[in-house]
């Protein structure tokens, strides 16, 4: 069943074209000195424009997206990406303006920026936000800087460590470490959540902030917050907010309100911004007043004129951290969800997430392993180990539910549950998909029973089978090369 | 009310509740406590149906001066290039913008095979021998790769010329204070890297030298002669390279480079006020385990047919944690997509061809433009396709008139250089005519 894909080097053939350049109206020049010129041409392919396409929409149709069926994938927050805001994305106004144009030839895209920086800061309970992150591992990083900052204008420069509970999101201690500091992580108690008693052990002068996903990787909230955000801040640090799980909260409760310093979205979760593939996305930073001295410049203000500026003067600032003012046509997508959907359509979003994930949860509970037993909020994780016991791992029953045409949840994440499976159904799918993934989901489990070779040798009708990763680490080949 | 993208119909609703056994969806929320539950309406504009948002984002669209309504000749690390068709009709496929990071090989050959393509093709213009599948951008990009020279090398010290973009140098800036490195800034002479100066800053200390190709001024440094000053005390050679000149200029692999960095944006990615763009990284087999962000390898599957994996997998944040060098996640795949189409249909011929016109055009414009009193030539070196110029009135004036007759003029220098203050960095790209050109001369002559 296992199908070949040509690579696009591999359909060149010499004197093929797919380009159309202007023809040259000025003369040749021979100011370029030979010794700076390439001795031979890149490798490049030739193709016609026909093969291009024929070549990219194949690959388009080995490639699984939300537009192909159900994506499930737990703390990614896979929902529908509104086709307008592709549409409005690509206005010549939005996608044709370069980033050092005056400020009077760009006062619609600077509104937009400002009014969204406004808009998420109300989302989120912040006084401040900050567009420019490119990403929410960036988000992190750019919020450790300020929290950094913060602390050393103070004179506080022994506060070197920065807390993460163990069910945290990678990138939050590897963005700590690229902030300089060094990770404690705090164990879970029984019921999924940050264990105060724990927490306690570990805070001292030498801590620079805790960070938190709540609802957390489990899909719980931490009940405890208000207990927790006062014992680091009575031990002098702040509190930082992952938002990849904020699609569990549009309205409901808000991070600022909770006693969080520092927040960060993911615009390409909860704002309906494409993944594409794994990026572009955005991961904008909100904070209290207290860290606003120290946002990275510039930020977009308006004067009394209503005139909107880009505002450089900012003394304290960690400086820069991306490329201009963020990922732009990101934002203009975010901006037209949020006008979209309005204060009671942000909320009902979070409810409808958060029922469906419930719904799935309870539903499927007599037949996976469900470590945690409270209400989840958008997302839940089963475990395999029930299964496992029969010889059939997580990792097979996601294969297998490639067979149905369905993405499979998140897998071995969190790693504080065993033969994990985190699933986050968004509020954009029907009760008919979810039913449908249920059933499925009770069908391979039974398999496991009845006839666990059918799971454990799964994807069936994929256009691969499982390929060989060990070999691929082991020997890598990273590119493709002539013959 | 009803939105579009909510499906769930009170027959739903009804059901689910039933089925979980509660009475109300508050009742999910019961774990919040009263104190943090956000009791108000959120203070946001209200709902906008899909005509009314179309025409107020169009509204604010035409408050912006676009390329379809001016002539630009603004450059600075932002190009206005010709983009075929096919580019945007491949990243519309919905198959590629809806997916996400590909962790299930099985159902995600195509993007992970786009993405080995796009490895390919970069190690192709770069002259390296890997490259992952992109970063942010390429001022992020270059700070990944000043910190993987800090990991490599075990040495603090990065020099980095002045003639690198302003904005990379400000990243790079806060890059170190997180991670405790120091930079030292090389001056320029002539407009490229001073060397006497280079030699006497990098040391025993030096984790890296950093030098963009062509540089901020639009200038082809000097690769060669820096390479030897960079590796003499066993540092890293780092280019930041703008991918569209080496469809004509010496590959810094050639050079011995280490790392290559840069921004895919003139390969068939939107100016879009300046993101999203896509950085690219690329090094050589010696440090291909140390490379920040995601990378594609090739494998086969259990019955021998090829197929594509995210491999190396050991350097990430996920795996490593807190002993990952880099916390790279998410990247910007779907602009690498796009780069990859447009490097497939310039192809072979159409990179040299459109890197050979860029240099026509802007050498073309150069000789003319100093032909205009009150504009002079202040730099003496090769180029590609920009140039400075020093003009007898303030830039920012200069600007404001040429605006007024359809032109977005170039990039005033004295923002970031008090040393350039009058100069005016100008990018002639493809896409402007003659006609254009000999309008700006016209424009200029009358304003200085």
């Given at each position: 069943m296992s199908k070949e894909k040509a690579l696009i080097f591999e359909l060149s053939q010499p004197g093929r074209i797919a380009y159309s350049l202007p023809a040259s109206d000025v003369p040749e020049t021979s100011d370029l000195p030979q010794e700076f010129l390439r001795e031979t041409p890149a490798e490049l392919p030739e193709v016609s424009e026909l093969?291009?396409?024929?070549?990219?929409?194949?690959?388009?149709?080995?490639?699984?997206?939300?537009?192909?069926?159900?994506?499930?994938?737990?703390?990614?927050?896979?929902?529908?990406?509104?086709?307008?805001?592709?549409?409005?994305?690509?206005?010549?106004?939005?996608?044709?303006?370069?980033?050092y144009q005056p400020e009077d030839t760009v006062q619609g895209a600077l509104q937009l920026l400002y009014e969204l920086q406004q808009d998420l800061a109300e989302i989120t309970g912040m006084d401040r936000v900050t567009l420019q992150p490119a990403a929410g591992a960036q988000g992190e990083w750019t919020g450790l800087m300020m929290i950094r900052a913060y602390h050393e204008s103070r004179g506080e420069t022994g506060r070197n460590k920065v807390i993460v509970p163990d069910s945290a999101h990678g990138t939050n201690p590897a963005s700590a470490s690229v902030a300089g500091f060094q990770t404690i992580t705090v164990k879970s108690n029984e019921k999924g959540l940050v264990d105060v008693e724990e927490l306690k052990k570990v805070l001292g002068p030498d801590v620079a902030a805790l960070m938190l996903t709540n609802p957390n990787t489990l899909g719980l909230f931490e009940e405890e917050i208000q207990v927790i955000a006062d014992l680091v801040h009575e031990a002098g640090g702040l509190l930082y907010y992952d938002g990849a799980n904020a699609n569990a909260i549009l309205g409901i409760a808000r991070p600022g309100d909770m006693g969080f310093d520092v927040v960060h979205l993911n615009l390409h979760k909860t704002f309906t911004t494409p993944h594409g593939g794994g990026g572009p996305g955005a991961g904008p930073v909100g904070v209290k007043k207290e860290l606003i001295p120290f946002l990275p410049k510039p930020m977009v203000e308006k004067d009394q004129d209503g005139k909107y500026y880009l505002d450089y003067d900012i003394p304290n600032s960690i400086g820069r951290v991306k490329g201009f003012y963020g990922n732009f046509g990101i934002l203009v997508r975010a901006y037209a969800y949020i006008r979209t959907m309005g204060p009671d359509g942000l909320r009902q979003v979070s409810e409808n997430a958060v029922l469906n994930a419930n719904y799935m949860m309870r539903r499927l509970e007599p037949y996976f392993d469900l470590p945690y037993k409270q209400h989840c909020k958008h997302e839940f994780v089963l475990s395999g180990n029930r299964q496992k016991k029969l010889g059939v791992r997580t990792l097979d029953i996601a294969k297998r539910l490639l067979d149905f045409g369905f993405h499979p949840p998140t897998i071995y994440f969190p790693l504080i549950v065993d033969e994990c499976l985190m699933i986050e159904p968004t509020e954009t799918e029907s009760k008919e998909t979810l039913d449908r993934f249920i059933e499925t989901m009770i069908q391979i489990a039974k398999e496991v029973e009845e006839n666990p070779e059918v799971v454990q040798e799964a994807p069936h009708n994929t256009v691969v089978k499982r390929l060989d990763e060990v070999t691929a680490a082991r020997k890598p080949v990273l590119r493709w090369e002539k013959k | 009310m009803k939105f579009r993208y909510l499906p769930m119909t009170h027959k739903d609703h009804h059901e689910m509740l039933q089925a979980i056994g509660i009475n109300s969806v508050e009742d999910l929320f019961s774990d919040i406590p009263k104190s943090v539950r956000f009791q108000g309406r959120l203070n946001i504009p209200e709902p906008m149906d899909e005509y009314s948002l179309v025409r107020h984002m169009s509204r604010l669209a035409g408050k912006n001066a676009s390329y379809d309504q001016y002539v630009s000749f603004l450059g600075a690390g932002v190009y206005e290039h010709y983009i075929p068709s096919v580019v945007n009709h491949v990243i519309s496929r919905s198959e590629f913008y809806t997916a996400y990071t590909p962790y299930q090989p099985e159902i995600s050959q195509g993007e992970l095979q786009a993405i080995f393509e796009f490895q390919t093709m970069i190690c192709e213009l770069t002259g390296m021998d890997v490259a992952n599948s992109s970063m942010y951008d390429g001022p992020t990009a270059l700070a990944e790769?000043?910190?993987?020279?800090?990991?490599?090398?075990?040495?603090?010290?990065?020099?980095?010329?002045?003639?690198?973009?302003?904005?990379?140098?400000?990243?790079?800036l806060t890059n170190a204070k997180g991670l405790g490195y120091e930079i030292v800034e090389v001056p320029f002479v002539d407009g490229v890297t001073d060397l006497e100066k280079l030699k006497e800053v990098a040391d025993e200390e030096t984790a890296a030298v950093i030098v963009q190709y062509p540089n901020f001024f639009g200038h082809i440094e000097n690769l060669a002669e820096i390479e030897k000053i960079a590796h003499q005390h066993k540092g890293l050679f780092i280019v930041s390279a703008n991918p569209l000149a080496l469809g004509l200029l010496k590959p810094p692999g050639q050079y011995g480079a280490d790392i290559v960095v840069g921004d895919a944006q003139p390969l068939g990615i939107p100016a879009s006020f300046g993101g999203p763009h896509c950085g690219y990284f690329a090094t050589t087999k010696t440090y291909m385990r140390r490379i920040p962000g995601r990378i594609v390898g090739q494998t086969v599957d259990e019955e021998g047919v090829r197929g594509f994996v995210l491999t190396l997998q050991a350097r990430e944040q996920h795996i490593r944690r807190d002993k990952a060098t880099s916390n790279i996640c998410s990247n910007q795949a779907l602009n690498a997509l796009a780069a990859s189409v447009y490097m497939s249909a310039l192809g072979k011929q159409g990179m040299q061809e459109v890197a050979r016109l860029n240099v026509n055009k802007a050498h073309y414009a150069k000789k003319r433009l100093v032909e205009v009193n009150g504009?002079?030539?202040?730099?003496?070196?090769?180029?590609?396709?920009?140039?400075?110029?020093?003009?007898?009135?303030?830039?920012?004036?200069?600007?404001?008139?040429?605006?007024?007759?359809?032109?977005?003029?170039?990039?005033?220098?004295?923002?970031?250089?008090?040393?350039?203050?009058?100069?005016?960095l100008i990018a002639v790209t493809e896409v402007r005519t003659k006609e254009e050109i000999e309008q700006l001369a016209k424009g200029l002559e009358g304003l200085l």
């Open positions: 093969d291009l396409m024929r070549h990219y929409t194949e690959l388009s149709r080995r490639n699984h997206g939300v537009d192909n069926g159900f994506y499930p994938l737990g703390s990614c927050t896979m929902k529908y990406n509104p086709k307008v805001h592709e549409d409005v994305a690509r206005l010549a106004g939005f996608a044709k303006i370069h980033p | 790769a000043a910190s993987m020279a800090v990991a490599v090398s075990k040495k603090k010290k990065i020099v980095v010329s002045r003639a690198v973009h302003p904005e990379a140098r400000e990243i790079l504009v002079e030539d202040v730099f003496h070196q090769p180029f590609f396709n920009e140039f400075v110029v020093k003009l007898s009135r303030p830039v920012k004036e200069v600007n404001a008139k040429l605006l007024e007759q359809g032109i977005i003029g170039g990039y005033d220098l004295g923002r970031d250089y008090p040393e350039l203050k009058d100069h005016m």
